[in-house]
Structures are given as C-alpha cells and as structure tokens.
C-alpha cells in the first residue's frame, strides 16, 4: 500500500495528461474543475470540453488509476454546466500548446464583441507571423482546427477557441 498525503494525490490527478494532447494537463486545460480528498475517497469533478468528446472516458480511466496508485478510491463526476470555455485554460497550458506547435486559442476580453466580416486572426506557433489561413475547420480532433502560415509555409494545428 502506498502512503500518500491529500496534495499528493492533489497534484497527481492535476498532473493527468489529456490523451488528445497528452503536453498538457487536464488542470491547465481547464476542464478539472474540483479535487477533494476525504478519508480514503477522493472526489473528482471534471467537464468535457464539448458533450461526447470521445476522451473523457479515457482522462475519467487515467484519474482512477491515478487514485488507486496512491492507495484511495476515486469517485469521478462529469458536470455539464457551465460548459467548458477555452477561458479556462491556464496560461502555461497555452504556452504548452504553442511549443509544442499548436496555435492556442486567443483569449477574450470582456469587452462587448464587434460582429463584422473580418478574417480571424491566429498566429503561427512556429515562427509568430498573423500572416495564416484556415485550410480545414477540423483538425486531428474535433476541438482543432488546420491551418497553413504563409510566411513560414508550414502547416500547424489550432486549437479553437470556444
């Protein structure tokens, strides 16, 4: 049996790696939404970034061993509201994404929002030109979106913002 204190176990289950985009933490993307620890029992509250993502089955399995790892039993919930927003993401998840060549979404402003025509600007993660075009709307998984940079000519993934 493994001796392990709360922030222990805390930090592990912060720690799980999304398996979409395994550079970054369920935490730091933003849909671990609660960890408690009593007792034995450690209370997970999770949300999906969008209803059905084929991944929550597999974080939902990950957290699970995670707990059992530690020697406690894990009680995960999935809550569907609020929903999800890439407002949650933490900075150095976006960080993450853009090393690792993934445009993160942009963050929004409390401002109200200009409806217009204009082409949404997203930067190369690669070499930081805003000179980029969308080639697809969907990426390796639905939360992304492929794009080319027409400075750098390489092709590179968004993630959307939502």
């Keep these: ?9 805390v930090e592990a289950v912060r720690a799980v790696p999304d ?45 699970e061993r995670v707990v059992t790892d530690h020697g406690l039993c894990a009680e995960v919930t999935t809550r569907l509201s609020p929903a999800w927003t890439t407002d949650w993401m933490s900075e150095r998840g976006r ?5 690792f ?11 109200p929002v200009a409806v217009g025509l204009s082409v949404r600007r ?12 969308e080639i697809s709307r969907f990426g390796s998984t639905s939360c992304k ?5 027409l400075s750098c000519r390489e092709p590179f993934e968004e993630f959307k913002a939502l």
């Design 1 to 9: 049996m493994v001796t392990a204190t709360a922030t222990d176990v």
């Design 19 to 63: 398996p979409e985009v395994p550079v970054i933490s369920i935490d730091d993307l933003g849909i671990l939404r609660d960890v408690a620890v009593e007792g034995g029992v450690v209370r997970v509250t999770i949300t999906p970034t969008y209803s059905g993502c084929p991944a929550m089955e597999a974080i939902r399995a990950r957290i």
């Design 95 to 99: 960080d993450a994404l853009r090393r």
């Design 101 to 111: 060549g993934v445009a993160p979404p942009h963050v929004r402003s409390d401002e």
């Design 122 to 133: 997203v930067d190369c993660p690669l070499c930081g030109s805003h000179d980029t075009e």
């Design 145 to 149: 979106a492929l794009r080319r940079c």
